[in-house]
């Protein structure tokens, strides 16, 4: 089982559950934290860029948090992070479609000074068609095995 | 006003309101997007890294999102984003815990094919205690006023 910096290596994959999001649930984040015509108006979200009504990017993201904690990818180990990189939307969420997120481990940094290390692992999350919507690579800080 | 793309210069700042962070909120918002301990039980929170209950960094990143989009930096556009850079978490948001953030465009660069220009706006937000706790540079896509 994967669970300390140790136990990771350069390639390792991950992927983790599907998550169907709703036209309630895109509504209801975005009344909360995102209110613009994108994301809680049909019909002026028609008149978009995004050419009818999508999450916001900001629920993608979270809508990925949730779908990689229950991954687990360090086993019994929270995740914690400093920061993300390369955070990118690709296409639209829309109603009804099924995310997915497949990781792969890209960068492996152990602290010179500290009893942990830097994982990062490029997460790309997925709609039902196989198009990419979203990537991250979070800064994962990770504990080392302790000795003896 | 700043409207359009051609409104804005470097250098110019912007400032959000503030928001309450309550520890409901956290709860709230972990339970669905991130429920780790260190933001859905205090007494497992205290014996991790965060040392005490502590907002999701995507929590923080959601309502930041928010007091963006009532700031109107752009005026009666919405904003649009394809992703950001540099996302980082510097400090713990606590409960009680009040936010604001302030914004500078850090640099502007129109485009060659299309009526509109990536806008780069650092935004950093700052706690109560006026400690930075995040920072986002999201990619900002702005329409060019129209000629004529």
Avoid: C
Wanted: aromatic share 8%; no cysteine.
């Amino acid at each position: 089982m994967i669970e300390w910096f140790d136990d990771l290596a350069l390639g390792m994959r991950f992927k983790t559950a599907d998550k169907l999001v709703t036209r309630e649930d895109i509504k209801r984040f975005a009344s909360e934290f995102d209110p613009q015509p994108y994301h809680i108006d049909e019909t002026a979200a028609e008149r978009t860029p995004l050419k009818g009504l999508a999450a916001s990017g900001w629920h993608t993201a979270a809508i990925a948090m949730r779908l990689i904690v229950d991954a687990r990818p360090l086993g019994p180990h929270p995740l914690l992070g400093a920061g993300v990189d390369d955070l990118r939307w690709f296409a639209p969420v829309r109603p009804g479609d099924v995310i997915h997120l497949e990781g792969e481990v890209i960068e492996l940094t152990p602290s010179k000074t500290k009893p942990q290390g830097i994982a990062r692992i490029k997460w790309t999350a997925f709609n039902q068609h196989g198009d990419p919507v979203y990537t991250v690579t979070p800064i994962g800080l990770v504990p080392r095995r302790p000795s003896g």
